[in-house]
Every structure is written in C-alpha cells, then in structure tokens.
C-alpha cells in the first residue's frame, strides 16, 4: 500500500506576484446610479398610485405602515425587474465584457500551471461524488491540459460508515482511472468553521502549490473545457482574483425538479446578464463552481468570528459572499463568467428538501448583517450582502403587508364605518372607482413580476439554436405557464417557511449542519402531512377569516391561500418521478441538457445508473462501515494507509495526539469495542478507535482470531464470510 499517497506533489512555479489595479470607480458609479435610479423610480410612481388610493379610502396609523410595507416590497420587485429589462437589452444588443468576447485568452498557454480542484463533501452520496468528479476529470483528460491538475477529495464527513465508503471509492476511483497522483483523498480531523474551513485546511497544507485552486460542489460537474478557459483567464488578466461561473441545474427527475431547472437554465440568463451590468469586477461569489488566485485568497479571506452568540454570531455560515467581498477589499477583481458553459450542478427535488437548503441559506445571509459594518468593505460588496438578507426579509414583510391589510378591513368592519370615497389627489384617477384604482396597481405590480419572463421568451424567439435547446418556442411558452402556476402556488409557502426562519433565528434558534438531500426519491403522504399540516391550516382558517371579512375580499386573496390549502398535494405530486417523467415525454420544461446532453452528463448519467442497477439495495446493518473496516483486508489496508499518510504531516500529528490517538485509551477502547460490540460506544469513541492506525491494524487481526467476541462480531463475520463466498 506504499503506493497510496494523500500528500499532494510540489509545483515548480514560484507564488505568483501580487498585482493590483485600481478599480473603474466611475464606470461603476454611473451604471449603479441609472441602474438603482430606473428601480427607485418605477416603485415612487406605483407608490405613489397606492399611497393616492389609501387616500381615497380615509388615511390612518394602519395605512402608514401599509404603504412603509408597500414600498419596501415593490422596490425588491422592480430591482428583480431591472435585472430582468437590462440583461435583455444587453442580450439583444450586446455587452462590453462577456467572457465568450475576450478572444485574447484563447491562445494563453498554461504550461507550468498547477491548478488544484476540490471537491468539499460532508456525508454525502459517495457514489454522485466520485461519479461527479470522473466525468470532470474525464473530460479535461481530453483537452490533453490533464497534467496542470489535481482533484482532491475534502472530507468533512462525522459518520464512519460514509468514511469508510469514501475511502473505498476514492482508492477504486484511482485504480480505474489510473490517476495515482492526480486525484486525492483527505479527511479532516475536526470540521470546525465547516465548509470554509474545510477549504482552509487545504489550503493551509497545500494551497502554495497551486497558483489557483476550483471549488466545487458535491453535485458539480465541469466540462474539461470550460476548467482550461477558466485557468487561461485568470493568467491572461493578472488583477482577477476570482471568476464565478453560473452553473445550469440538470439531472432533475422529479416535477419539481424540472420545473426549478427550467426556470433557471431559462430565466437566469437574462437576470445574470443584469447583475453583471452594474457588478462588473466588483461581482459576487456563490461558494461552488469558482476558480480563485490562491495567494490573495489565503492573504485576504480568512473569515473572522461574529461577536455574539448563535444563530447571528460565532461562524460566518454563508462564507461566500465575505470571501468576494475581502477579496474586493483588497482591490482584487471578482468575475460573473455568465456565458461561460460547461459548469453543472444539481438542486433538491421536493419542496421540503429545498426549504432545508433555504433554512441554511437563511441563516447565513442574515448574519451578513454584522458584516455589513465592517471596515473597508467596498459599497458594491455591501450592496451585495443586502440583496441577500433582502432574499428572505421580502418573505416575513409580504406577510406582514397582508396582515396589516386584513387588520385594516377588519377594523373597518367592526367598527360598521361606511366607505366615503373622496376625489383622487392624481388627477388622471379622478375618473377612476376605488375598485379600478386596485386593479390598476395590481395589473401594474403583476406586470412588473412577469415583464421578466416575457422578456426571457422574446431573448428565446430572436436565437434558433437555443430556441431547439428548450424543444421550440411553443413548448418553451407552454413551460413558463405552467412554471407561473407553479410558482404562484409555492409563493406562499416560502413566504410562510422564511418567516418561521428569520422569527426562529432572531429567537435565538440555530440550524444544523446537514448533507444536502438531492436524490428524488418522492415525498410521503404522511411526511407531506406532518410538514405541511400547519400550512394546510393556516389556509383553511385565514380562507374563513377572508370570506367572514368579504366575499370579494376572498377571490382577491384566492392565490395566497390556494398555495396553503393545496400544500399537501402539491409537495407530494410535485416529487414524483413519474410526473417529472409524463412532464419530459409531453415536451415540458426542456432543457438544453435534455435535448442535447453534453458527454459529461452522459457518462454521469450511464455510470450512475450502472451503480443503481447493481447496487445492494438490501438495508445495511448499523455499523457496516466500522465492521467493513476491521474485517475486509483489503479496506482495512487502504484505511490504515491514509492514517500513517496523516501521520506525516506535523500538523494532523500534533491534532492526532492532542485527540488521545496512540494512546492507552484507544487501546482500551478497541477491547471494549470486541468484548461489547459498537453500541457500546460512543460516536466519539468510535471514530477515535477508527482514527489509531496502530489500533485498527490490531483490531483487524483480533477479530479474524479472537474465540470471545460480541454477538454483534460474530454476525458481521458470518454476513461478510457468505459476502465473500458469493
């Protein structure tokens, strides 16, 4: 096992030189001041238009705070809808910096570059990981720019059994691809900081041998392709300190998988293309699928500790958008390669499962609140964080507009005042009723919401070669309707779901960390009942509330509590498989993945269905990890050999020691573990025993020869001796 090696070769080339240029502080001033302007703009008028019909119906304490919430909730609309307008124009009639225009990058050679590509993972689906990360490195194998990188494995997992099973598919992983020296595998210690600070231990260990490194998720995939631009890039201008590019969501199987994928390989451009008319060089970085120059990086963007207790102090959770700002700081550029291809991921494929992404994701951005005051940070990066806290404040101020609404009518019925309707102070409403004054904004904030997506199917019709990609114009038009649909009804439950997550986090309540949850397996009826039964009746009583307030009252609120009353249904069928599939064969929500899947998915496709199909899809037995690991020589050798690798870095040494490993503690333990079997142990326990070189080599021969050994031994012995004879 001499051979298995976790320690990363040496680069030849020097640190890179730190080189910095002071940013197009004007440009940027400009294109923020008409940006934000033409938003600012479009929400005075409709606030005016509904502060006048307030004013008609009698003003009040109520009303003030009804038309505070009013305008605060268009203008998050009319910036969605800015983005929406400028990256079509910029789309139609071209812009001065897309990435697929700087020709002059072509030609850089990369010779003598060495450019690491990690891989963060956190007990996740072992085989999407190393399946992910073959096409990735399948496809650069073809660009013949294989030997300028190096694929690492970081891992952060707690549950020894998905450890074990990491170590298992990274070493067959290697033997396949004959990629000794080329793809690595290392499991941290502790997962403090958790993901950023996975990161950072890597680079701490090895990152000054790579003059730039890729993060990318657990689910990512990359075309080989795209990595070589990405690295010609960042040497061709030496002041970009990051490129971020805007990975397509694919692989979606269930309906709300599709639906989500649709939206985004649709829309996004558009919005993408926006955002970059004002970010320029001053961009943003979403943590995954992002190549960063690696000196400034470990120079500038260690994170600091948030003063204050959890959920708002200790470890910045949402480390990305810091990172780009500390990096902005320091006069360093941050890229949107939004029209670079070739850079994939995979999102959750039930509602439940994408509202405890939010549920992270919530957290992070609010704590971005402390960051904002910090020194130095540019305005730009500022305007970043504030987007993202917007995000999920918008949820809880929409609810508290309805509500102050519904305060308003009941108020005025309860008091039996009779509506005096008095002369419009705009004196083009004069002619209007109250009514028509209602619908008149309505149909405007309607078509400031839906401007976006016309605008998307327009950009479609003028490009044929995109308009194939989504299954034709028809198809694609039939798609945003019902997505439209769709999104009406799950509105109101991320409206209810991020105002239980900001009430919950200023109560003081954190999240966990958890493995993200990707695989369409479909929502139970009874999972669907216990996580939407409040929903469910929370549409059922404020529906009686509307209807006791106004029959009218009612229609006008039908789509809000559509959403509640019908969440059950809707989270269980939007998870199908089935629909997902009925949905791809009737020409719905195609994708250009879908209709012209690019080899990399291919070969993640054919390889993951190989392992669906001969995967054991019997239960494991608790532990199967831990006993895998004393009992299989073959995984026992591969185990004990990337912990004596550890052994050699001082670092993990003083850490291994400082944990009690080496010690007679362990030693005692491992009896213990034979005498009593693992339940016996704590989780702690268990992974310190697994953590002892010298133990899990002596446990491996004491198994194999020991008569007296816990009836939880002999059966795992037994089950792996007929594993063997089949």
Not at 57 to 77: D, E
Not at 520 to 527: E, I, P
Request: contains cysteine; positive net charge; charged residues 20%.
């Amino acid at each position: 096992m001499s051979g298995v090696s976790q320690s990363a070769p040496a680069s030849s080339q020097p640190p890179p030189l730190r080189v910095v240029a002071a940013p197009r502080i004007e440009r940027h001033g400009w294109r923020l001041f008409i940006f934000y302007s033409c938003a600012l703009l479009l929400t005075g008028l409709v606030s005016m238009l509904f502060a006048d019909l307030l004013w008609r119906k009698g003003w009040s304490a109520s009303s003030t705070a009804l038309l505070v919430l009013f305008v605060i909730l268009f203008l998050f609309i009319a910036i969605g809808c800015m983005h929406g307008l400028y990256g079509f124009v910029l789309r139609m009639f071209g812009d001065d910096r897309c990435i697929t225009r700087l020709k002059e990058y072509r030609g850089q050679s990369i010779a003598g570059i060495s450019t690491a590509i990690v891989f963060p993972v956190y007990n996740e689906d072992v085989v999407r990981v190393c399946e992910g990360l073959r096409a990735t490195y399948e496809s650069l194998e073809k660009t013949g720019q294989l030997e300028r990188f190096d694929f690492f494995i970081l891992s952060d997992s707690t549950n020894p059994d998905k450890w074990i099973e990491e170590e298992r598919y990274w070493y067959d992983l290697v033997h396949e691809l004959d990629a000794l020296g080329r793809i690595y595998y290392r499991r941290r210690l502790n997962n403090e900081s958790r993901k950023s600070g996975n990161v950072r231990d890597f680079l701490n260990a090895w990152g000054r041998r790579y003059r730039y490194f890729l993060v990318c998720d657990a689910d990512s995939v990359m075309r080989g392709n795209t990595l070589v631009d990405l690295v010609k890039l960042m040497e061709t201008h030496p002041t970009v300190g990051l490129i971020q590019t805007v990975p397509a969501t694919v692989n979606a199987e269930s309906l709300f998988g599709r639906i989500q994928q649709f939206a985004n390989r649709l829309y996004a451009p558009l919005f993408i293309a926006g955002l970059n008319y004002w970010a320029l060089d001053l961009g943003n970085y979403w943590g995954h699928n992002a190549i960063i120059r690696t000196e400034p990086f470990m120079q500038f963007c260690d994170l600091p500790q948030l003063p204050g207790r959890k959920p708002f102090g200790g470890q910045i959770l949402s480390h990305d958008f810091v990172e780009a700002a500390l990096m902005l700081r320091e006069n360093w550029e941050v890229w949107f390669a939004y029209d670079l291809e070739g850079s994939y991921e995979e999102a959750p494929q039930a509602l439940i499962e994408n509202a405890q992404r939010e549920r992270r994701w919530c957290q992070g951005n609010l704590q971005h609140g402390l960051v904002l005051f910090a020194k130095g940070l540019r305005g730009v990066s500022r305007l970043h964080l504030i987007l993202g806290i917007c995000g999920y404040l918008a949820g809880p101020l929409w609810l508290a507009f309805l509500l102050t609404f519904n305060w308003i009518c009941w108020f005025h019925k309860h008091t039996g005042l009779s509506d005096i309707t008095v002369q419009a102070f705009t004196r083009y409403l004069s002619s209007f009723s109250g009514t028509a004054h209602a619908l008149l904004i309505f149909i405007i904030c309607m078509v400031a919401i839906m401007l976006p997506k016309a605008l998307a199917l327009i950009d479609l019709s003028y490009d044929s070669e995109r308009r194939r990609a989504f299954g034709g114009l028809t198809r694609a038009t039939i798609g945003v309707f019902y997505e439209t649909i769709f999104s009406t009804l799950h509105a109101p439950l991320l409206m209810l779901w991020h105002t239980r997550f900001v009430v919950t986090n200023l109560l003081g309540v954190s999240t966990g960390w958890w493995p993200q949850k990707r695989a369409a397996d479909g929502t139970t009826w009874t999972y669907a009942i216990r996580r939407h039964w409040g929903h469910t009746l929370i549409g059922l009583v404020w529906g009686g509330f509307m209807w006791w307030l106004g029959s009218s009252l009612f229609w006008w609120f039908t789509p809000v509590l559509a959403g509640m009353v019908l969440s059950i249904p809707l989270s269980v069928f939007t998870s199908r498989r089935s629909l997902g599939a009925r949905a791809r064969k009737l020409g719905l929500f195609l994708t250009p993945e879908e209709i012209a899947p690019p080899p990399e998915l291919v070969t993640l496709r054919a390889n993951m269905k190989v392992h669906e199909m001969t995967e054991d899809t019997s239960p494991r037995r608790p532990h199967a990890g831990l006993a895998e690991a004393v009992l299989d020589p073959y995984v026992n050798a591969i185990h004990v050999s990337l912990l004596r690798e550890k052994q050699l870095n001082p670092v993990y040494a003083e850490q291994l020691a400082g944990m009690g490993v080496g010690s007679p503690k362990v030693r005692a333990l491992g009896e213990k573990l034979l005498a009593a079997g693992p339940d016996k142990l704590t989780p702690a326990e268990r992974l310190l025993i697994m953590a002892d070189e010298h133990t899990m080599v002596w446990l491996y021969h004491e198994a194999w020869l020991r008569q007296s050994l816990a009836p939880w031994w002999k059966a795992s012995i037994r089950g792996y001796s007929r594993l063997d004879e089949s």
